[in-house]
């Protein structure tokens, strides 16, 4: 069982980016999903976190500016990120609860820069 992030790269301010991740392997459950990110210097944070009924809650700094969502079919959760600043410039990853185990993956780095 496993989470691959994809979906990160460099963008302009105010640029947009989708990220990706996708749980594969055995899985007979999934629960809460979400990003976290984690800056240089900076400990990791919650982005935002999507239950299995859909209900989302987002950090107050990406509030009106990111979108997650998630395909159950597709054991997948998306990170829809607009109007990024630098200050957004992290690695994000994606979090998820399989089978009742926690579960990282490993990362895809955003870089906000002109």
């Known amino acids: 069982v496993q989470l691959q992030a994809s979906g990160g790269g460099l963008v302009q301010p105010g640029g947009s980016l989708r990220l990706s991740c996708a749980a594969s392997?055995?899985?007979?459950?999934?629960?809460?999903m979400g990003w976290y990110r984690q800056a240089p210097g900076k400990q990791r944070e919650l982005v935002a976190r999507?239950?299995?009924?859909?209900?989302?809650n987002y950090a107050d700094s990406v509030k009106g500016r990111f979108t997650i969502s998630r395909d159950i079919a597709k054991n997948t959760v998306y990170l829809q990120v607009n109007i990024l600043q630098p200050e957004d410039t992290a690695v994000y990853y994606c979090?998820?609860?399989?089978?009742?185990?926690?579960?990282w993956g490993q990362g895809t780095l955003v870089t906000v820069s002109s």
């Open positions: 392997g055995s899985i007979f459950s999934i629960g809460d």
């Open positions: 999507i239950t299995g009924g859909g209900s989302a």
């Open positions: 979090n998820a609860v399989l089978n009742r185990a926690n579960y």
